[in-house]
């Protein structure tokens, strides 16, 4: 079932990104190399705890940790652990915040002290990929509409588009219909109501855009070991256009 939200669910879900933003601003000045992203896990921990928010997604279907923490090759789901950044590094920081009921979504990836010339241009495709799709979100407009431009995008590039994993509608719990792939056709698929609220979340890889699936049944990785990013913000559907509840331009 697809859910429209209420203005006030919409507020709530607007405080929850203002957290997630701030939390994130604060991980953008630790990571460098040395530190470990099992560290930057119980960061946010106790940073959500003294704002009184928990990290949605540990416990969620068994998922141990507050973060994603995926580097390099890893597309999405990394765990935390306590080996080093090494300059060079890519690594994702993905996080689902819950302050009082309201959900936001937002993973970001970060370089690691000074990378190489393909790394910043992987970073900066995928970025710009996740705001050719957030043009999209418009009264009206079809789901197709938001994969067909992040693919012809990336893909005209130079990269492809992962399949496997997807964005998706949240609140009041972290993933719900619809889904939303990162590719695709215009013009088809669901329509966009006003009140809707979706992740837009695509990620973008050096080679090839197929996965597997490390031994914790977690952890998804390219299958030919070249580089992953992702981008993702928390969005609304409004009659104005894409209202970011994760922006952290605002």
Not at 24 to 49: Q, R, S, Y
Request: charged share 25%; net charge negative.
């Amino acid at each position: 079932m697809i859910t429209r939200k209420s203005k006030r669910e919409i507020e709530k879900m607007q405080i929850a990104g203002d957290l997630l933003v701030k939390c994130h601003k604060e991980i953008a000045n630790m990571i460098k190399p040395g530190i470990t992203t099992m560290e930057i896990d119980t960061f946010v921990e106790k940073f959500l705890a003294k704002h009184g928010a928990t990290p949605e997604q540990k416990g969620y279907s068994g998922y141990p940790y507050a973060i994603c923490a995926s580097v390099n090759d890893e597309i999405c789901h990394g765990f935390p652990r306590d080996e080093k950044l090494v300059d060079g590094d890519i690594v994702t920081i993905d996080m689902v915040v819950n302050l009082n009921g309201g959900l936001a979504d937002s993973a970001w990836t970060y370089p690691v002290g000074n990378i190489d010339e393909a790394g910043q241009k992987l970073l900066d495709v995928s970025k710009v990929s996740l705001y050719k799709g957030l043009e999209q979100v418009q009264v009206g407009s079809r789901i197709g509409d938001i994969g067909h431009a992040i693919q012809t995008y990336a893909e005209g590039e130079g990269f492809s588009v992962v399949r496997d994993f997807t964005g998706h509608g949240i609140g009041p719990t972290i993933h719900e219909e619809p889904h939303i792939p990162h590719f695709g056709l215009p013009n088809k698929g669901l329509r966009l109501k006003e009140g809707m609220v979706i992740t837009i979340e695509p990620m973008i890889n050096e080679g090839s855009w197929q996965s597997k699936m490390d031994s914790n049944n977690w952890t998804a990785r390219t299958i030919d070991e070249g580089r992953s990013a992702q981008y993702e913000h928390t969005v609304v559907v409004t009659k104005d256009g894409p209202l970011l509840t994760t922006d952290q331009d605002r």
